[in-house]
């Protein structure tokens, strides 16, 4: 390698190491993003069994207003939940993603589609994902609504 491809190279690699990536960043943005089309994908398709898939086996989801729901067949239910009352799709939008190792945070905004192509629900989330298997998977999923909430029914 040529003395000024070297620094450059060096140089390079100092400016990413400073801007917070490490090497490896790019790949595991691009396989997080895949797998994100693929939740969709698998919600747009009402498949519960292919997005509690996208969990690990100990993955947990941690919805507003409901108790956790902790392994695929519990995630799986509450998405079949989800679907029995009208959710058709829904769309992601990732913000910022943080990888370390076999693990990487992800921070984002999502809304919820319904009959119609209504929204149902928008707001913001944050993922733990975990490497295994040879996949990135999701651990831990929490969310919560960015919506208003309905008025009180002061009528009763």
Not at 71 to 77: C, H, S, T
Not at 120 to 136: F, I, N, Q, S, T
Request: net charge negative; proline share 5%.
């Amino acid at each position: 390698m040529h003395g000024l491809t070297r620094s450059i190279l060096i140089a390079a690699l100092a400016l990413g190491a400073a801007c917070g990536l490490v090497p490896g960043d790019a790949a595991v943005r691009e396989a997080i993003s895949a797998r994100n089309q693929e939740f969709m994908t698998a919600v747009t398709a009402m498949d519960a069994s292919a997005v509690a898939g996208l969990y690990t086996e100990d993955g947990q989801l941690l919805p507003p207003a409901a108790e956790p729901q902790s392994g695929r067949i519990a995630i799986k239910e509450y998405f079949l939940a989800m679907f029995g009352q009208g959710v058709s799709g829904v769309t992601l939008e990732t913000l910022d993603l943080v990888p370390a190792d076999s693990i990487a945070v992800e921070t984002g905004t999502y809304a919820v589609a319904g009959p119609g192509g209504a929204t149902l629900d928008r707001g913001k989330y944050v993922v733990v994902w975990k490497h295994e298997d040879g996949a990135w998977r999701l651990y831990r999923d929490i969310w919560n609504t960015s919506m208003p909430a309905a008025p009180a029914d002061t009528t009763r």
